[in-house]
């Protein structure tokens, strides 16, 4: 069993790793608007309205910030998890939309590590806050 929960909790935190660090550095070391102008807008203005690239380029970059520590910490773990999915989607989509998606490297990973999580039990998760809380109650 004890296998079983480490492997849970590594999955949770590579995952959480990764998005955190992408959500990080868009916001903090390049910001937000940078963000924006330098790869939401100049690759997709010519195909999507601005308000649209401006909405998402910042709902991408928080949602991995705060998805991703949440993930770390295993706090809310099955809304971080929905959330981060939304932006696997939303990241898929516009590569698609600007070109074919011949390489999938910078979601397929991602995906494979969030969906093991959706799948695998929760009871397993036993190294997060979630656990912690839910014990706590039970008590």
């Known amino acids: 069993m004890l296998n079983k929960q480490i492997a849970v909790l590594t999955i949770r935190l590579l995952l959480g ?4 660090f992408q959500g990080f550095g868009k916001v903090f070391k390049f910001g937000l608007d940078a963000v ?3 790869f939401f807008a100049a690759s997709y203005s010519e195909i999507l309205p601005d308000a649209l690239l401006l909405m998402t380029a910042y709902y991408t970059s928080i949602i991995e910030l705060i998805g991703g520590f949440l993930l770390i910490i295993g706090f809310k773990r099955d809304i971080s998890l929905y959330a981060l999915a939304s932006v696997l989607v939303i ?3 516009g590569h698609g939309l600007k070109d074919p998606i011949w390489d999938l ?3 397929l990973y991602r995906t494979i ?3 093991s999580l959706l ?3 929760k009871e397993l998760d036993r190294f997060s806050i979630d656990f912690l809380m839910k014990k706590d109650t039970k008590e």
């Open 17 to 20: 790793f990764i998005f955190f």
């Open 36 to 38: 924006y102008k330098n």
């Open 91 to 93: 990241v898929t989509i």
């Open 105 to 107: 490297s910078h979601v």
């Open 113 to 115: 590590l969030l969906v």
């Open 119 to 121: 799948l695998l039990p």
